[in-house]
Structures are given as C-alpha cells and as structure tokens.
C-alpha cells in the first residue's frame, strides 16, 4: 500500500513580518524618548548644580564681613556695588540684596542667565528669653540674620527655574569666619611663649596692672650697611604674665639712594587701624594716591643697596629738607609683608647709666646694688614711659595736632635723686678703675597716633575711655635701646659736635681700637657705626679719666627719623640729652 507524504513550508508570513518591525519601531521611539528626556534631565540638573554652587558662594561672600557695624573709619555707612576691598564690609550691611561683594544682579553661566537675589530677616535675643524674635530690644546689632538666597534662570522647554537655600549669619568675630585666610588683616595665630630679655639692654614696659609687659626684643637694633643704605632692624613683643606672646611687631627703618624712575602715582602702606570686633588695634595695608618720584634704587655709587630701599623708593615720599637722592622709610610687617609706614615720631630721649637698669653691670662689687632696687628702678622708667605717652595723647587731643607736635621730653634725666639709691649714685665714677668703664644708655620713646576706635567702649562698658584711662596695649608706642644709633661727647678725638657722623670714630683710628693711646680727658667712645672696635669698646661706654665733673652728651637726628645714624639731611635737626659725671 502506497502512502503519501506531506510537504510542510517553514518561514514567515508578511503579516509577522509587519508586526515585529512595528513593535521594534515603537521600542526604538521609546528608547529614543527616553534619550532626550535623559539629556534634558542630565541638562536641569547640572544648571541646578550650577544655580546652587552659585548661591553657595553668594552665601559664603555675605559672611566674609570684617567688621560688625559701620562705625569704623575704613568702613562706609552704607553698602553698595562699588565696594572691592573686604577691608571695608561689615556685618551691618546684610540686608535684602546688599552685603558682600556679588551684588544682585544677572551673572551669566555658560549660555545660561542666572538671576541672583537674597533677603534677609534680623532676630534678636532679648537676654530674658532665649527664643529669638523680630524685635531689637535696643541692641546694637542683630544676634543673627536668617538669608534666603535665591538663584532662577530659564533653559530650553523650561522657564522660571528655581533653586534657594536659606541659612543663618551670626555675629561672630571676624577672626571666625572667611577673615581667617584673608591677607588683609591675617588672624591672631597660635600662642607662642616669649622668653624675656635681660636688662638693662632689654626693659620691660608695664602697660596693664594683669601683668602685660612690652619690650624691644634686640638687646640692640641689628644695623647694617650696604652701598649707600644703611638699615635697622628690631622688634617690639607684648607678653602676658604667663609669658605668652600676645603681639609681635617687626620694625625696618632705612635711608636709600634713589633715582628718577618711572613716576608712581599710588603708594600701598601699611597703617593702624581700630577693629571694634576684637576690641583691639590692628594692622592693615592701604593705598594713597600720591605722585612719587626718584622711584629706582641708585645703586651707582658700587655696593647694591639693601633689598628693602626697591620699596622705599617706588613709595617712599621724600623727607622734608633731605638731600637730592636719598630717601628715608620706615617699614612695618603686616601679615608676613614689609609694608611702608608713616615716618617714626619721637616723644622721649634720656642719657641713663646702664647699671641703673641691672646690679651686675660695671658697679664695684660690693656697692650695694640688690635685685629689689634694680627691679624698683625698671618700674620708675616704665612709668616714666607710661605716663609720657598718656600725657602726649592727652595734650595733642587730635591727630592734626599730634602731627605738629614738636616736643622731646628729656626729663628723665634731670631728676638727680632718680639715679641714687641710698649709698649708690649711678653717675658716680673712679679714676682708672676698670670695672668703673661702665656703659651709657641713650633710650628713645617713639608714638603712633593711635585711631580713634580705642577710646570706645568695651563690651558692656557705659562709658567711654580717655587718654588718662584707656588701656596701655590700645596704644602704639615703641620704646628702643638706641645706643649704638647716637652721636656721644665727648668722643675720644673731639670734645664738642661738628657734623655728627664725623664724630664717629673710623676702624683706621688709633684711639679707637688701642685704649693705651686714649685722650688724657674723660671721654665716650663713639666707634663708626661699621667695623669699629665692639670687641674693645661698646659705643657709649664711658672712661673716666680726669677728676671733677664731666657733662656727657648723646644727640640723634629727629629729622631723619631717629633711628638712622647718618647725615642725609640739609639742616638737620638735633635732640640730645645730657647729664653729668662725677670722677673721683
């Protein structure tokens, strides 16, 4: 029997065909949906990021105030988009769309316009509930401002896109905040302990009943020459009881030989300022428009000049009377920069036998100096000081009057009783006794005006300070060892002054460096500032030579500043203090 076999076709049908590229083109039209919805999502949430970045540094620039109100001098009353320097913004200035220095405005981002704008809330505590609220109960300034920053901008398919954060700014110290990076004023740093120097080079200045002292660091100011420039370096610490440093200040004056330069029409300076926040004074830099000339180093006369005299020259004005070229400036660091400052103003200079200042210095050995009248003795001086700057600011009234000041008060020196205690007179002497070669001092007091901010009231205080209250560290005043920076009579080869600096002696001088071929006369030594004979003598030390009295004189050029020893000046002026020394 025969059978038939079926042939059965394998494949697909049109109508299959159709169906599966319909539902792959629908899968591929939601996929590529999908895309664009993922780059327009992608897209939003990076302008979000940048919206929110933008209010955060919005956020960040309104608590880099420096000041809480508008009450400092650098500070203007009120804000505006045209503040640059951060020296000049205050916690007072937050408001609606005021404060920092980003003002409200449209800021442009890629091809995206940002809106920006913030508004703010002040709350207060009233002290007897510590909810906050609204009302200011009669403080001076907010507790705290509650900001709402806001950034919106329109993209493509989407308008009136927000972001906003809110956040809180408290009143804080400065110091607390974005100021603690800022090179302007700098912060207050670690505490460092001091060691401090020994009399009767070194003379701790009392200047608060807790215990603050401040000194000059340098037994004596490190001097050097180079070419045409001579410079002076020294210190001034103010210390705790505890011995901790509380401030340190770095002083550089010098005289430089300058040239016709390019004419620089804004000076940046360095100047004392008040901060109402820390309650204290503090340094910052500043510009002031002046045309300046000879602003090049004149190093045409051989040796380079001190690396400092580039910055004397290109800002430093020209001393009043000084010769053609040379000019002379006084620098300050701020904040790990030398910065110019006003010239030094001197107030105080006294001719002091050292060993008034310390027991073991030069006095014959049983003359009955103790540890109690020397300590006795640096607290007569310190008062002394004291009380001379309490009576300068108090009798100037004002920094005009103060800048036409002209007095030097050299009174110390005239109180006889000052330099005798009980058997020992300071200004007595022994013919050609060596331990009776005992060195002279000449002391200077130097004064800042200082701003008008430290008479203000302390926190909680009702009253305001005045020149005979106002706490000592508020004001600037230095008080330095300037022994090796003065002229002294009579030197070895002369008794009177001529021109000053040729009084000094030179290396190449006999008398100088060879104490057997000295004058008969009792006399000062007086070595060059370079290369004179320390190692034998000590500029100011005085040998006593001739039985009687012999007055002894040092004298410093206040027209240059004080504390340069060299003849720069046209007619200078002079100050000098002198006392007598009895010879037995």
């Known amino acids: 029997m025969n059978s038939k076999r079926n042939k059965v076709q394998k494949g697909f049908s049109l109508i299959e065909v159709m ?46 105030f420096v000041h809480l109100t508008t009450s400092g001098a650098t500070v203007p009353d009120t804000w505006s988009s045209s503040i640059t320097s951060p020296n000049s913004l205050a916690y007072e200035h937050i408001a609606d769309n005021a404060g920092g220095l980003i003002g409200p405005a449209t800021v442009t981002i890629g091809n995206i316009d940002y809106g920006l704008s913030w508004y703010v809330q002040d709350y207060y505590y009233s002290g007897t509930d510590a909810k906050a609220t609204t009302m200011p109960f009669g403080a001076d300034y907010p507790s705290y401002k509650a900001v709402h920053v806001v950034a919106t901008w329109s993209s493509v398919g989407s308008v009136n896109n927000v972001v906003s954060f809110d956040t809180i700014i408290d009143a804080y110290g400065p110091t607390s905040t974005a100021l603690g990076s800022n090179l302007s ?23 608060e009943s807790d215990g603050l002292k401040k000194e000059t660091s340098k037994p004596l100011p490190d001097l050097s020459k180079k070419g045409d420039s001579t410079l002076v370096k020294f210190e001034t610490v103010t210390y705790a ?16 030989n300058c040239k016709t330069g390019i004419t620089n029409n804004e000076q ?14 503090i340094d910052v830099t500043s510009t002031h428009t002046n045309s300046i000339s000879r602003t090049v180093v004149d190093n045409s006369n051989g040796e380079n000049q001190a690396n400092e005299c580039f910055i004397c020259c290109r800002d430093g ?5 000084a010769s053609p070229t040379f000019k002379v400036c006084r620098m300050k660091r701020v904040d790990g920069i030398l ?57 100037t009234g004002s920094s005009g009057a103060y800048n036409s000041y002209t007095t030097v008060d050299t009174t110390f020196v005239t ?14 002497f022994y013919q050609h006794i060596s331990a009776n070669d005992r060195p002279m001092q000449a002391r200077a007091i130097y004064l800042d005006y200082p701003p008008s901010g430290i008479f203000t009231q302390i926190t909680n205080q009702t009253t305001f300070y005045t020149a005979d209250t106002v706490p000592l560290d508020r004001i600037p005043f230095f008080e330095v060892n300037m022994t090796e920076l003065a002229g002294w009579i009579p030197d070895r080869d002369q008794d009177t002054f001529s021109t000053y600096t040729d009084d000094h002696d030179n290396i190449s001088n006999a008398p100088g460096c060879n104490p057997a071929s000295a004058p008969s006369y009792s006399y000062v030594t007086n070595d060059a500032i370079k290369n004179g004979c320390e190692t034998s003598y000590s500029r ?27 003849n720069i000046n046209n007619g200078n002026t002079t100050i000098n203090s002198s006392i007598g020394l009895k010879v037995n």
């Open 19 to 64: 169906l599966s590229v319909l539902i792959l083109g629908i899968g591929i039209l939601a996929v590529s949906k999908l895309q664009t919805s993922l780059i327009r999502s992608g897209a939003n949430a990076n302008q979000r990021s940048l919206a929110a970045n933008l209010i955060q540094k919005k956020t960040d620039d309104l608590r880099r």
């Open 185 to 207: 004023t700098g912060n207050d740093g670690p505490v460092i302990p001091y060691d401090p120097l020994q009399a009767p080079d070194v003379l701790p200045i009392t200047i």
């Open 241 to 256: 009881q505890s011995l901790d440093t509380v401030k340190r200040e770095e002083f550089r004056t010098l005289v430089c």
């Open 268 to 281: 940046i300076y360095g100047i004392t300022t008040w901060d109402d926040t820390l309650e204290k004074i």
């Open 317 to 321: 004005d020209v001393t009043t009377g």
């Open 339 to 395: 910065r110019l400052f006003e010239p030094w103003k001197m107030i105080g200079f006294n001719l002091i036998p050292a060993s008034y200042f310390n027991d073991s210095d030069g006095l014959p050995s049983g003359s009955g100096m103790t540890t109690m009248i020397q300590t006795n003795n640096i607290s007569t001086y310190s008062n002394y000081v004291t009380s001379l700057v309490r009576n300068v600011l108090k009798t």
């Open 415 to 428: 109180n006889t009783a000052t330099f005798t205690n009980g058997a020992i007179d300071h200004k007595e």
């Open 540 to 566: 100011g030390n005085f040998f006593p030579k001739v039985v009687g009295t012999t007055t002894v004189t040092t004298e410093i050029f206040t027209n240059s500043d004080g504390v340069i020893d060299r």
